[in-house]
T-cell receptor, first 109, second 114 residues
Framework: QKEVEQNSGPLSVPEGAIASLNCTYSDRGSQSFFWYRQYSGKSPELIMSIYSNGDKEDGRFTAQLNKASQYVSLLIRDSQPSDSATYLCAVMRGNQFYFGTGTSLTVIP | SAVISQKPSRDICQRGTSLTIQCQVD?????MFWYRQQPGQSLTLIAT?????????ESGFVIDKFPISRPNLTFSTLTVSNMSPEDSSIYLCSVWGASTDTQYFGPGTRLTVL
């Protein structure tokens, strides 16, 4: 079983819609959770971090964490073409990081 | 966040040669990592660069092929030795610790081996 799994995608949404990206993790000892965005040809950049159950909002982005279900998600409201990228879920346990394989999102104008 | 630079940003190399990639951070960090990312693929961790001791390599990666140095808390190098076309990839340095609460990535080095 992989440490971190993401819905495989690719995911396409129309401009202005809500994009929903999902991630599950296998180890209940995981402490910290992150979403990275990676544009083609660029390195990953951190967009959200979440540490406790519930929702965390930052602008158009909302991260949701449910530790009982071992599930973390990222919602992007009012999706824009500039949001088209690959989104990586990452989980931290101790001093180890585990990355998912990424979900490719395309926002169609 | 940390500001990370990598050199070179890209290179084209001949089979059988070696290339050393440098990673510099603007502040002291606890951990430095080296990743490889092939086109359209996810990140693959090569090794954790340990300050003052040998790097910790992931399964499938060996020191003879990917020697790593980390002489201090802000600098590391990765060498790709005896290169083959299969080593063509983007190599990424990342850092964690001290003033950072997650991993931050450098801009990457795009390597093409002919």
């Amino acid at each position: 079983q992989k440490e971190v799994e993401q819905n495989s995608g690719p995911l396409s949404v129309p401009e202005g819609a809500i994009a929903s990206l999902n991630c599950t993790y296998s180890d209940r000892g995981s402490q910290s959770f992150f979403w990275y965005r990676q544009y083609s040809g660029k390195s990953p950049e951190l967009i959200m971090s979440i540490y406790s159950n519930g929702d965390k909002e930052d602008g158009r982005f909302t991260a949701q964490l449910n530790k009982a279900s071992q599930y973390v998600s990222l919602l992007i409201r009012d999706s824009q073409p500039s949001d088209s990228a690959t989104y990586l879920c990452a989980v931290m346990r101790g001093n180890q990081f585990y990355f998912g394989t990424g979900t490719s999102l395309t926002v169609i104008p | 966040s940390a500001v990370i630079s990598q050199k070179p940003s890209r290179d084209i190399c001949q089979r059988g040669t070696s290339l050393t990639i440098q990673c510099q951070v603007d502040s002291q960090v606890t951990m430095m990592f080296w990743y490889r990312q092939q086109p359209g693929q996810s990140l693959t961790l090569i090794a954790t660069a340990n300050q003052g001791s040998e790097a910790t390599y992931e399964s499938g990666f060996v020191i003879d092929k990917f020697p790593i140095s980390r002489p201090n808390l802000t600098f590391s190098t990765l060498t790709v030795s005896n290169m083959s076309p299969e080593d063509s990839s983007i190599y990424l340095c990342s850092v964690w610790g001290a003033s950072t609460d997650t991993q931050y990535f450098g801009p990457g080095t795009r390597l093409t081996v002919l």
